[in-house]
């Protein structure tokens, strides 16, 4: 599943895709803990929400 976050630097909306936790999960989701903003390289923290 993919979710959305702003870039710290730029304010770009970025996708950053999910995976799930188990087999059946549909309401878990394993994020990565950092990930490049498309628009301008800044390296963003996935929050904790």
């Given at each position: 599943m993919d979710f959305e976050y702003d870039c710290w630097d730029?304010?770009?909306?970025n996708s950053v895709y999910g995976e799930p936790?188990?087999?059946?999960?549909v309401h878990s989701y394993r994020l990565p803990y950092d990930w490049t903003c498309f628009?301008?390289?800044?390296?963003n923290i996935t929050p904790d929400d």
């Open positions: 730029c304010e770009a909306t936790l188990g087999f059946f999960s628009n301008c390289g800044a390296v």
